[in-house]
C-alpha cells in the first residue's frame, strides 16, 4: 500500500496554463505538506496544513494555492503557470503534532516541466 | 541569515570504509535534526532523528552525533555498500520545539565505488 501518493507522476504543460497536482496519505496524520526541488535539488517548504491551519512560506507565489477537501488528501492548484515553475513538487505527511517532532513521509514526486 | 550547509554536494568513497556526511547550521536552534536518504526519481526516506539533548544515534550501520556547541551533525556510514548510494539531506526545524516544519539542506551526494 502506498503511504503518500501523489498524482499525475510527470505533467508537461505551456505557460500561462491552470494545473493541479493531487496528493493522498493513508497513514492517518493531522499535517501534510507541499514542496518543491528545483535543478539544483534543492528542496524548499511551500506550505504546511494542519487542522485548517495554513502555513504559506512567504516567497511562494500567490499563483499558487492548496486546498484541503478532507485530512487525507492536500491537493496543489498553480494558476499562470511560468518556466520557473518547472521542478518537482513533492507532497509529504507527518502524525504526532503534540510532540512537534515528527518525522515527514514523502510521496514520489510530480516533475512538472513549462514550456 | 539563517543556514543549513552540508559539506560538500559529492562524496566518492571506497566500499567498505566508513562515510562521514557533515551538516553545519547557523543562526537556528533547532529542538532536534534530522536525516533523510533520497535515491533519483524519488521522494526522501526518513532514515534518523536525534534531538537537542542526545549527542550520539545509532541504526545499525548508521550513526548521526549533534553538536548544539558546534551547531553541527555528523552522519556516518559505516562498512558502506554500493546500495548506500544516494542523496543525504539533513533537516531541522527552524523555530526551534513547537515547529513542526522542516528545513532542509542541499543534500551531499554519496557514490560508494566497488
Known amino acids: 500500500d502506498t503511504a503518500v501518493s501523489q498524482t499525475p507522476k510527470y505533467l508537461v504543460t505551456q505557460m500561462g496554463n491552470d494545473k493541479s497536482i493531487k496528493c493522498e496519505q493513508n497513514?492517518?496524520?493531522?499535517?501534510m505538506y507541499w514542496y518543491k526541488q528545483d535543478s539544483k535539488k534543492f528542496l524548499k517548504i511551500m506550505f504546511s496544513y494542519n487542522n485548517k491551519e495554513l502555513i504559506i512560506n512567504e516567497t511562494v507565489p500567490n499563483r499558487f494555492s492548496p486546498k484541503s477537501p478532507d485530512k487525507a488528501h492536500l491537493n496543489l492548484h498553480i494558476n499562470s503557470l511560468e518556466l520557473g515553475d518547472s521542478a518537482v513538487y513533492f507532497c509529504?505527511?507527518?502524525?504526532?503534532?503534540?510532540?512537534?517532532?515528527?518525522?515527514?513521509?514523502f510521496g514520489p514526486g510530480t516533475r512538472l516541466l513549462v514550456l | 541569515s539563517q543556514k543549513i550547509e552540508q559539506n560538500s554536494e559529492a562524496l566518492n568513497i571506497q566500499e567498505g570504509k566508513t562515510a562521514t556526511l557533515t551538516c553545519n547550521y547557523t543562526n537556528y536552534s533547532p529542538a532536534y535534526l534530522q536525516w533523510y536518504r533520497q535515491d533519483p526519481g524519488r521522494g526522501p526516506v526518513f532514515l534518523l532523528l536525534i534531538r537537542e539533548n542526545e549527542k550520539e544515534k545509532r541504526k545499525e550501520r548508521l550513526k548521526v552525533t549533534f553538536d548544539t556547541t558546534l551547531k553541527q551533525s555528523l552522519f556516518h556510514i559505516t562498512a558502506s555498500q554500493p546500495a548506500d548510494s544516494a542523496t543525504y539531506l539533513c533537516a531541522l526545524d527552524p523555530r526551534g520545539a513547537g515547529s513542526y516544519q522542516l528545513t532542509f539542506g542541499k543534500g551531499t551526494k554519496l557514490s560508494v565505488i566497488p
Open positions: 509529504a505527511s507527518s502524525q504526532d503534532l503534540g510532540k512537534r517532532e515528527g518525522t515527514q513521509y
Open positions: 497513514l492517518g496524520h493531522d499535517t
